[in-house]
Nanobody, 126 residues
Framework: LTQVAESGGGSVQTGGSLELTCVLTNPTSGINCKAWFRQIPGEEREGVAAIFHGGTPRYADSVKGRFTISQDNDKGTVTLHMNNLKPEDSGMYYC????????????????????WGQGTQVTVSS
């Protein structure tokens, strides 16, 4: 059973930066994609960034140019580098991993993933 654990959340002011790290323990051989999602109370979980095993990233339009996702496949880690943060970036950030169809899948859709972490809170103040 794949275990997912996030770390690195915190509070920053507008324009600040944070780095979130996700560690996968006992990853199944079928996992080819890891992603970050965020959620605020009362709203649906939204995809922020995803990365396939070979390194191809996907980003939500709202974070393009500000966020970068990277990974270390040997260590089983995936990192979300967040720059120029805005108050609307606030929320609980979750890491997820699973097998996602590279050509026909939706790597930023929550229902593509079955392995999830507990989340880490990010708060951006104006």
């Amino acid at each position: 059973l794949t275990q997912v654990a996030e770390s690195g959340g915190g509070s920053v002011q507008t324009g600040g930066s944070l780095e979130l790290t996700c560690v996968l323990t006992n990853p199944t051989s079928g996992i080819n994609c890891k992603a970050w999602f965020r959620q605020i109370p009362g709203e649906e979980r939204e995809g922020v960034a995803a990365i396939f095993h070979g390194g191809t990233p996907r980003y939500a339009d709202s974070v393009k140019g500000r966020f970068t996702i990277s990974q270390d496949n040997d260590k089983g880690t995936v990192t979300l580098h967040m720059n120029n943060l805005k108050p609307e970036d606030s929320g609980m950030y979750y890491c997820a991993a699973d097998l996602v169809d590279y050509f026909n899948g939706r790597p930023l859709a929550p229902n593509e993933y079955n392995s999830w972490g507990q989340g880490t809170q990010v708060t951006v103040s104006s």
